[in-house]
């Protein structure tokens, strides 16, 4: 029988978050294994630390979001932002689900393009599109949405030689209850400028106004400024329609939802506090239905939701490098794991759980990466197990933007995994080499035998 470790025994200040209604969590429980497949095993296999998505997870997410549309609407195509993870692997998912792609660049479009959608099945989003970008789109019967008036313009340049029509609509920014405003994409509604672009494009012969969009913000908790956003366009579609005798094909609404994460600052944990999916079709669908639009003409609904799509499915698993205490007495511990791959910890309270059974014994702990960077903290104050070196944790919720905001910065980027709805792992990318700088770098003749 193993003799148990000694604990001593502390009094603890809680300053690692508050109590609610139903007090202080009592017990830490560990994650042992994702989807049938143990923690240990896939570090032992794979090295430390290592990215972790889950396949049944990502289906389970996009079948939810489906229903939740689809029954209260006729019309609902969904769009895959490849911003929030563009690995061939995860976008591969979704359009295997039906899913579109939308794109914020030529690099993405290109990607889209790569990975079997058709150029008509491509929203293309975004301030910043090439002539040759926009070029490729028109010829692909992309739907462009327009983001200021100099693409617009070019876009009518190109109109004038190219032999397709180009398929446009117009992001518009408006004021829906929530700040800070995101008011630097697209046109606005209130003082008049989405209008203008609306007139501009309907007076173009050249030019076909297919859809209208709008993207209000990001982590959006309150579903109801949803709700005041698809009122807005609705009437949009009628003034159109009463003026031009034109039908608006689609609305598309953005993304924004919230994932079950933990805002930075929040009382209560996301878990508890994020809207549902039917909380988000409610309200952005019943404007539509109970307008004067008529039942033949309702338009597409796009969603381009990702964060709340992928976020649940990424696991990202490390190593505890050492113990140590602060100046104040309270203890830090230092993972494997640092900022520059984990780009959410600027913005959320992790889920950060031990991978084996912990002691029950737990203190005021600050979580730090190995980054030599004094801003490297995973988690500021948490309640956590005294874990010891070579343990090994995971940190839930990371699969939207780590994996497209990462940055190569002291260490290499590690291995990223996909666990299959059969519970087999597949590399669906390698770890990053030296070798992989150097084949990128040049050095100049005069510093190629410079040596010390």
């Given at each position: 029988m ?53 396949e ?48 914020v ?19 293309f ?19 462009i ?8 313009y ?7 030689t190219?032999?397709?029509?180009p ?11 929530v ?43 309150t ?11 609705v009437?949009l ?8 005798n034109?039908?608006i094909?689609y ?8 994932s ?9 944990p ?12 409610e ?8 307008s ?20 649940d499915a990424?696991y ?17 511990t230092?993972i ?8 959410t ?37 948490i ?14 919720r990371?699969?939207?933007?780590n ?5 190569q ?10 666990i299959?709805?059969?519970?087999n792992?597949h590399?669906i ?8 700088f ?15």
């Amino acid at each position: 029988m193993e003799k148990l470790k000694y604990e001593r025994p502390v009094i603890k200040k809680i300053n690692a978050g508050v109590p609610d209604k139903y007090g202080m969590q009592s017990k830490t429980q560990a994650v042992t294994e994702i989807d049938g497949v143990g923690v240990k095993k896939i570090i032992e296999q794979y090295g430390s630390p290592v990215f972790v998505i889950s396949e049944k997870t990502m289906r389970k997410k996009y079948s939810e979001a489906r229903r939740a549309f689809s029954t209260r609407y006729p019309k609902v195509q969904f769009a895959w932002s490849y911003k929030t993870n563009y690995l061939d692997a995860v976008c591969k998912v979704y359009h295997s689900e039906g899913s579109w792609a939308e794109v914020v660049s030529g690099f993405e479009y290109d990607k889209a393009i790569a990975n079997g959608v058709k150029g008509k099945h491509i929203i293309f989003n975004g301030p910043d599109k090439s002539v040759e970008d926009l070029q490729k789109a028109i010829k692909n019967g992309s739907l462009i949405h327009i983001d200021h008036f100099d693409e617009l313009y070019t876009i009518v340049e190109i109109s004038e030689t190219s032999k397709q029509t180009p398929k446009l609509a117009i992001r518009i920014n408006m004021d829906t209850g929530v700040y800070p405003r995101w008011d630097r994409f697209g046109f606005n509604f209130e003082n008049g400028e989405a209008w203008n672009a609306i007139n501009k494009i309907m007076i173009n012969d050249n030019l076909e106004l297919v859809g209208l969009h709008t993207h209000i913000g990001t982590y959006i908790m309150t579903p109801n400024a949803y709700g005041v956003a698809s009122t807005k366009l609705v009437g949009l579609i009628m003034r159109i329609s009463e003026k031009y005798n034109h039908q608006i094909k689609y609305i598309d609404m953005g993304g924004g939802f919230a994932s079950k994460n933990t805002l930075k600052g929040a009382y209560l944990p996301g878990a508890d506090t994020c809207p549902s999916f039917d909380a988000y079709a409610e309200a952005i669908i019943n404007p539509i239905i109970n307008s004067e639009i008529s039942p033949q003409n309702l338009p597409i609904l796009f969603l381009e939701t990702g964060r709340a799509l992928i976020d649940d499915a990424g696991y990202l698993l490390g190593t505890v490098i050492a113990n140590k205490r602060l100046a104040n007495g309270r203890r830090s511990t230092i993972i494997d794991i640092g900022v520059n791959m984990l780009f959410t910890s600027f913005w959320y309270e992790h889920d950060i759980k031990p991978a084996q059974i912990p002691s029950q014994q737990t203190e005021d702990t600050t979580i730090y990466g190995p980054l030599c960077m004094n801003i490297d903290v995973i988690r500021a104050a948490i309640q956590f197990p005294v874990l010891q070196k070579g343990e090994n944790v995971v940190i839930s919720r990371i699969g939207a933007y780590n994996m497209t905001q990462w940055m190569q910065f002291i260490t290499l980027r590690p291995k990223i995994l996909l666990i299959d709805t059969n519970s087999n792992v597949h590399i669906i990318r390698e770890s990053e080499t030296n070798e992989i700088f150097k084949r990128s770098e040049r050095v100049p003749e005069h510093l190629v035998n410079v040596g010390l």
